[in-house]
């Protein structure tokens, strides 16, 4: 399988969409391209230099000139910002709401939208989000929106950070990823919605590994 094609995967927090794309990206040896971890890179950015993630004009000037690249394979890939390393300083509870209160704002998805496109080059990619179907690579051939019961995403959630030994609290969690659906899905700017030619799953009575089995499926009929 060498044809390089583009695989997106959309959806809301804790549908597996990151899992589902690493692994994808492994089985068919893609780039794996997380655009969610680059707005969680500019919510700690904009952190660490006293910058509101209300401010939209600030924030997308910071946009225009974030360093960031994505480095080694799709089985331990890592986030560099300004070159270093911020791969677990992202994932944290505050960070994901940082992410979804830069990413409403237009001005900042503008200024993000070369970045990503460029990390996608010439194909070969599978790229992870929320408007990678509809706004940033809306030709993907193959495009796939996961979705899953509101509570079963927040259990998936609430388990990974403590997986990870970060602080974390369940009701916390499901409050939190109600107020980020909602303001995704309400934003002006690319709002959160399946591409209308996207096939939709819904992961929450499956494993990683058949959400995974579908989405190769659909690629190799675009590979043949």
Known sequence: MTKRIVIAIDGPAGVGKTTA??????????????TG????????????????????????TLAAQIRLDFSGPASS????????DVSREIRTPEISE???????????????LELQRRLAGQGGAVMEGRDIGTVVWPQAEVKVFLTAEEEVRARRRFQELREKNLPVDFNETLEQMRRRDE?????????????????????GEMTAEQVVEQIIKLAAKKLK
């Open 21 to 34: 794309a690493r692994l994808v990206a492994e089985r068919l040896g893609f780039k794996l391209i997380d």
């Open 37 to 60: 971890a680059i707005y969680r890179a500019l919510a700690l950015l904009a952190r660490e230099r006293g910058i509101s993630w209300d401010e939209e004009e600030p924030l997308a």
């Open 77 to 84: 890939q890592k986030v560099l910002l300004e070159g270093r």
């Open 98 to 112: 940082g992410a979804s209160r830069v990413s409403r704002h237009p001005g900042v998805r503008q200024a993000l």
């Open 183 to 203: 303001r995704d899905s309400k934003r002006e700017a690319a709002p959160l919605k399946p591409a209308s030619d996207a096939v939709i799953i819904d992961s």
